[in-house]
């Protein structure tokens, strides 16, 4: 399951709303994550005599655990025949099912089923009694079954997720109803029919009986029954497909190595198929029509990725085919179905628009599922981060080897930030969280970013080799098993030879981060420099001391720095150093591998020294960002040295530093990168910086980079520029790029026409605002706004009416209807604010009333949305 990227960008709106929007005062919303109480057993000590100056007696409780499922049942197979009734969104199954003993005799079986009509359920023939309470399907096997004694089922039911399922989710997957009918009734001309399912975390059984646990996995098989028209995907290898006299057609699927329940997947449409291959196995791809010569650009590197991963784990690829599919309105970013990987249709761009932003990381991420979460997976959700943090860290592997360490460890603090903003906005819990109030709730940051963060601490403290070597034993040792973070620990200790209970028990199961405060102290007559390092976590919420090995690098000239391995197990440590001369910088965590917040209190003399000799990129990025905002032309000097900067994502960051008022001189440098850096967001951020100037002497670059460039992200801030150099050209190329398939550019257009308040331009903003998605619609809900509040009321009541529409359609985007939505509440506030200005009583009385007429949109809206964190953002509306 891949959380960033998309949909985590719903806890972060609460961030827009915070950051100096110019429209009606709101108060800002905070996003507090669903809970719900599961059904967890509160065990109480026995009550002790209290002293008899205690006032009152103690009550002592066991902390809350949420243990693994236990296994009384094993599934061994499952076999589904399947048919869809579209127009009641109905799944017509037949459910064959294998089984036996756990290890104790049993004659009593309980399946998850959620809320289906079931017809009947046979064994060798016969009816078996059961008990049904739409959760949980208890049946009466008729007989005591003994340990490895088999029996097969046979269970006739109607599904009906669409009825009773959505109401549930989490920040990374926004809904529980386990199947979709896209376009069921063909009522969005505009919208391809199609059905796919989301089973993590426990809603396959939904459509299915099945026990739906991730310490569960068996084989299966599929008959899906559909119109001739469409495609079908599935778990395993398409077996054969028969065509039927109702002009329908069956295709059977086989997936014969076991995998969880949560991991079977179909998904059905008119979907274009491109076939790839690697290592003489079948790899594929199902996109739509239009984008099928995109296919393999969507995909990029993907039989790259399958030999990297197995070269890199010594374990082949253990699966016998990979296919990737891309769907409508999907409920998250992606998901790792063992062999059938689901994406939201967020990565289906053209080749040009993936120029510089490809898929890489999110490809990645859910390939590498397909060991450290479809081979091996987690034994319950607590262990949740034993799949995710390894996919995680798998985007880290993938960009060091394809584009380099510094690509990586940019990504690894991108990865840090979310973690640590996390923190920030929740609070902190152990990797291995048993206390978790919904299983739901372990889809956040500690289980994706942190846990990678933690496997590289841990891969930096063991070394490569021995990093590589213990996960192909724990690969090997644990195949298709459900595993705990002890297991990896093992492996790691059989490995190293070294008892690693300290790492894991610090990182796994403690929790938070430390916070350093870093001072340095050098006594030039004795030639000796203390480094002072204090930890200053809360700890209260936190280790008060966390065990740290680093290493230090103290550099007394730009040669090689003097190295010393060291470990901080104090709360407050003094290391102290014999050193002949000041040093010109001193190097904490000189590697850069803690997961820590760090206050690191350096000169900016040494700030300078750092970039421009520091060994790695979080050298070059924390001096770059210390040194930010700071004028003076030695401090300059360096952000011009950073436009040379070998990754493209510090010659960004140096653009973005650079004060044109103190160092005028760099607008030909920023003209030049425009035009021949070979990477199109430093081209982007060049251009946007020339937008800053407004000097018309960089006309000529701004048009020939709308009229030259292949990246729409740079032909937007080309476009942008010029319009600061004369708005009259820059209005002429915008009305020739209204009908642009790029919604970089369309946003661009906007800014345009926003600023021109041009109210005949009201037709692009609502034509093209169901095309617009995720940050970029929020800025261009922004411009929308802009223009309507110079519109007569009757054309804000059309344009809104439009909104809400958007609005209450369930399949847009969350990024969409919030912006609607949010735009249709931003122009209510102005509403009132009018009134409350206006100079007569009647004027008073219409604004009102159209603030009335808003503030009813709003409750239909809030009435339609099923996405739990908008629910909570619209209670503030």
């Given at each position: 399951m891949n959380q960033p990227h998309y949909l985590l960008g719903l806890f972060f709106l609460t961030l827009f709303l915070s950051c100096g929007s110019k429209k009606a005062a709101q108060t800002t919303p905070v996003v507090v994550f669903e809970q719900r109480d599961l059904d967890t057993l509160e065990v109480s000590a026995p009550k002790v005599d209290a002293p008899a100056e205690s006032p009152q007696d103690e009550v002592y409780t066991l902390p809350k655990y949420n243990p693994t499922y236990t296994l009384r049942n094993d599934l061994l197979h499952t076999d589904l025949n399947l048919k869809f009734d579209w127009p009641n969104q109905h799944v017509i199954g037949i459910a064959t099912l294998t089984l036996k003993p756990y290890f104790y005799p049993t004659r009593i079986l309980e399946l998850d089923a959620k809320d289906f009509d079931i017809n009947s359920i046979k064994l060798s023939g016969k009816d078996l009694k059961y008990d049904y309470n739409g959760e949980i399907l208890t049946i009466d096997l008729g007989k005591t079954?003994?340990?490895?004694?088999?029996?097969?089922?046979?269970?006739?039911?109607?599904?009906?997720?669409?009825?009773?399922?959505?109401?549930?989710?989490?920040?990374?997957?926004?809904?529980?109803?386990g199947l979709f009918f896209i376009n069921h009734d063909q009522s969005d001309p505009n919208k391809p029919m199609q059905i796919w399912t989301q089973g993590e975390t426990e809603w396959n059984s939904r459509w299915f009986p099945t026990i739906?646990?991730?310490?569960?996995?068996?084989?299966?098989?599929?008959?899906?029954?559909?119109?001739?028209?469409?495609?079908?995907?599935?778990?395993?290898?398409?077996?054969?497909?028969?065509?039927?006299?109702?002009?329908?057609?069956?295709?059977?699927?086989?997936?014969?190595?076991?995998?969880?329940?949560?991991?079977?997947?179909?998904?059905?449409?008119?979907?274009?198929?491109?076939?790839?291959?690697?290592?003489?196995?079948?790899?594929?791809?199902?996109?739509?029509?239009?984008?099928?010569?995109?296919?393999?650009?969507?995909?990029?590197?993907?039989?790259?990725?399958?030999?990297?991963?197995?070269?890199?784990?010594?374990?082949?690829?253990?699966?016998?085919?990979?296919?990737?599919?891309?769907?409508?309105?999907?409920?998250?970013?992606?998901?790792?179905?063992?062999?059938?990987?689901?994406?939201?249709?967020?990565?289906?761009?053209?080749?040009?628009?993936?120029?510089?932003?490809?898929?890489?990381?999110?490809?990645?991420?859910?390939?590498?599922?397909?060991?450290?979460?479809?081979?091996?997976?987690?034994?319950?959700?607590?262990?949740?981060?034993?799949?995710?943090?390894?996919?995680?860290?798998?985007?880290?592997?993938?960009?060091?080897?394809?584009?380099?360490?510094?690509?990586?460890?940019?990504?690894?603090?991108?990865?840090?930030?979310?973690?640590?903003?996390?923190?920030?906005?929740?609070?902190?819990?152990?990797?291995?969280?048993?206390?978790?109030?919904?299983?739901?709730?372990?889809?956040?940051?500690?289980?994706?970013?942190?846990?990678?963060?933690?496997?590289?601490?841990?891969?930096?403290?063991?070394?490569?080799?021995?990093?590589?070597?213990?996960?192909?034993?724990?690969?090997?040792?644990?195949?298709?098993?459900?595993?705990?973070?002890?297991?990896?620990?093992?492996?790691?200790?059989?490995?190293?030879?070294?008892?690693?209970?300290?790492?894991?028990?610090?990182?796994?199961?403690?929790q938070g981060h430390p916070v350093l405060n870093i001072n340095y102290d050098y006594d030039a007559t004795a030639g000796k420099l203390d480094v002072i390092i204090q930890q200053e976590q809360d700890p209260k919420a936190n280790p008060p001391?966390?065990?740290?090995?680093?290493?230090?690098?103290?550099?007394?000239?730009?040669?090689?720095?003097?190295?010393?391995?060291?470990?901080?197990?104090?709360?407050?440590?003094?290391?102290?150093?014999?050193?002949?001369?000041?040093?010109?910088?001193v190097n904490v965590d000189a590697d850069k591998v803690l997961l820590a917040e760090k206050r690191d209190n350096k000169t900016d003399d040494a700030l300078i020294f750092q970039y421009k000799n520091g060994k790695n990129y979080f050298d070059r990025y924390e001096a770059l960002q210390a040194l930010g905002g700071k004028s003076s032309s030695n401090i300059q000097s360096v952000f011009e040295m950073g436009l040379g900067d070998p990754y493209w994502g510090l010659r960004s960051k140096a653009i973005s530093l650079i004060d044109l008022k103190a160092n005028p001189a760099t607008l030909p440098k920023l003209a030049e990168i425009g035009r021949k850096d070979p990477h199109s967001a430093v081209r982007a951020a060049a251009f946007n910086k020339l937008a800053d100037a407004g000097d018309s002497k960089y006309i000529g670059a701004a048009k020939q980079a709308i009229d030259q460039d292949k990246v729409s992200r740079v032909q937007a801030a080309a476009l942008n520029a010029l319009y600061a150099m004369t708005p009259s050209e820059a209005l002429n190329y915008a009305t020739k790029l209204e009908e642009s398939k790029s919604v970089t550019i369309l946003g661009a257009v906007s800014n345009i026409y926003a600023d021109q308040k041009d109210l005949s331009k009201l037709a692009f903003f609502s034509k093209n605002m169901s095309k617009v998605d995720g940050y970029g619609a929020m800025d261009y809900f922004e411009n929308y706004f802009s223009i309507?509040?110079?519109?007569?009321?009757?054309?804000?009541?059309?344009?809104?009416?439009?909104?809400?529409?958007?609005?209450?359609?369930?399949?847009?985007?969350?990024?969409?209807?919030?912006?609607?939505?949010?735009?249709?509440?931003?122009?209510?506030?102005?509403?009132?604010?009018?009134?409350d200005k206006a100079a007569s009583a009647e004027k008073q009385t219409s604004l009102r009333s159209g603030a009335d007429k808003l503030t009813q949109m709003i409750e239909t809206i809030k009435a339609a949305e099923t996405n739990d964190q908008l629910k909570l953002i619209y209670q503030r509306f």
């Open positions: 079954y003994q340990k490895d004694q088999e029996y097969t089922i046979v269970i006739d039911y109607i599904a009906k997720p669409a009825e009773t399922g959505g109401q549930g989710g989490s920040a990374a997957i926004t809904s529980d109803q739906d646990k991730p310490n569960e996995r068996c084989t299966q098989e599929m008959h899906l029954t559909v119109q001739d028209r469409f495609k079908t995907l599935s778990n395993g290898l398409m077996t054969g497909s028969d065509k039927n006299a109702d002009g329908t057609r069956t295709d059977h699927w086989k997936m014969d190595q076991p995998h969880a329940p949560y991991l079977f997947m179909i998904a059905v449409g008119e979907f274009a198929v491109v076939k790839d291959s690697w290592d003489g196995m079948l790899v594929d791809y199902y996109v739509e029509p239009e984008y099928e010569k995109d296919a393999k650009a969507i995909f990029a590197h993907t039989p790259e990725m399958l030999s990297f991963f197995s070269e890199k784990l010594g374990v082949k690829y253990p699966w016998k085919k990979y296919s990737q599919v891309v769907v409508r309105d999907y409920v998250s970013g992606a998901m790792e179905n063992t062999t059938g990987v689901i994406f939201g249709e967020f990565v289906q761009q053209t080749t040009q628009d993936l120029i510089d932003n490809n898929n890489d990381g999110i490809v990645a991420h859910e390939l590498f599922h397909h060991w450290f979460g479809d081979y091996v997976t987690c034994e319950s959700w607590a262990n949740l981060t034993m799949n995710e943090g390894f996919a995680n860290y798998s985007e880290y592997l993938w960009f060091e080897h394809k584009y380099g360490k510094d690509r990586a460890d940019s990504h690894r603090r991108s990865e840090m930030q979310g973690y640590v903003g996390s923190v920030g906005q929740g609070g902190a819990h152990p990797l291995i969280h048993f206390e978790h109030d919904d299983k739901e709730d372990m889809f956040d940051a500690h289980s994706y970013n942190k846990g990678g963060l933690v496997l590289h601490m841990l891969r930096s403290y063991v070394g490569d080799d021995a990093f590589f070597a213990a996960l192909k034993l724990y690969l090997n040792e644990n195949a298709y098993t459900a595993v705990e973070a002890h297991d990896l620990r093992l492996a790691f200790e059989e490995v190293t030879g070294e008892d690693l209970n300290w790492f894991f028990n610090q990182w796994y199961f403690e001391i966390f065990q740290l090995p680093f290493a230090i690098d103290i550099y007394t000239d730009a040669g090689a720095p003097m190295r010393t391995e060291v470990l901080m197990n104090q709360r407050k440590q003094v290391f102290s150093f014999d050193v002949p001369s000041k040093p010109l910088l309507l509040q110079s519109a007569d009321d009757a054309t804000v009541s059309e344009n809104t009416s439009l909104m809400k529409d958007l609005a209450v359609d369930m399949g847009q985007s969350p990024w969409r209807r919030f912006a609607a939505t949010k735009t249709i509440n931003d122009i209510r506030g102005f509403y009132l604010d009018k009134a």
